[in-house]
């Protein structure tokens, strides 16, 4: 059974508008933002947006902390337009799942990207760590390896990744209401760092490893 989507109004922020932008155009949004950028890197476009801070954001953008993997300039935005959770991976650990169940149900935002990036090293070694098998590993670093692993079976690792994070999601009780309606979207994307461009994935149904952990078992994420 879905969970309750609605949180106690005075935990929003004040002048928080009460409608969110539709989840197809802050998509769109988030697209030509990253082509702006690009076109700005290559030296032919010129800086982009407005200086001013925007007061409340319309995406997410769940991306690897690797340098260059996932801030807010890869989208050409006004500063606060996009929020940027970054974790080794990424991977959906309990904070980062806070962060965007925060996101979407406090503040109204409508689209979720988790973003992977080509070359991702900590993709890598969560693979590498998960083939040796119980090799001990210090800290929370253990039970990060199944999570920053997730997907990197299925073909590319960073869009196999990408995708089965992106399957987890789906499935979180606290957003299910939000995307069965379409007023929220998960997409999934992946960053080419030498060009800065984004592949936006298309919608698909996603393949999920059978070890895929579920967001709605708060232990496994905590681990």
Same mark, same amino acid.
């Given at each position: ?22 989840? %197809? ?33 319309? %995406? ?18 006004t ?22 169940e ?18 991702c ?45 992106? %399957? ?6 606290? +957003?299910?209401? +939000? ?14 760092p ?26 496994? +994420?905590?681990?």
């Amino acid at each position: 059974m879905a969970a309750l989507n609605e949180v106690p109004d005075w935990m929003r922020p004040p002048g928080l508008p009460s409608h969110r932008m539709p989840s %197809a155009q802050a998509l769109q949004r988030l697209k030509a933002g990253n082509a702006r950028y690009v076109t700005q890197r290559s030296g032919e476009g010129h800086s982009p947006g407005s200086p001013v801070t925007a007061e409340f954001p319309f %995406a997410v953008v769940v991306g690897c902390l690797e340098p260059d993997a996932a801030g807010e300039h890869l989208f050409a935005e006004t500063p606060g337009a996009v929020q940027c959770v970054r974790t080794a991976g990424p991977s959906l650990g309990a904070d980062t799942m806070a962060a965007i169940e925060y996101a979407v149900l406090v503040q109204n935002v409508s689209l979720v990207l988790v973003l992977g990036h080509q070359g991702c090293g900590a993709l890598r070694a969560a693979a590498d760590a998960r083939a040796a098998g119980s090799v001990p590993l210090p800290g929370e670093l253990t039970g990060w390896v199944s999570r920053a692993a997730t997907g990197t079976r299925l073909g590319d690792p960073a869009t196999g990744h990408v995708r089965a994070l992106r %399957a987890v999601l789906h499935r979180a009780d606290s +957003l299910l209401t +939000l995307i069965r309606s379409g007023e929220v979207k998960i997409a999934a994307g992946v960053l080419a760092p030498a060009t800065g461009a984004i592949e936006f994935l298309p919608d698909e149904p996603d393949e999920v490893e059978d070890d895929c952990p579920s967001v709605s078992r708060r232990v496994e +994420l905590g681990s």
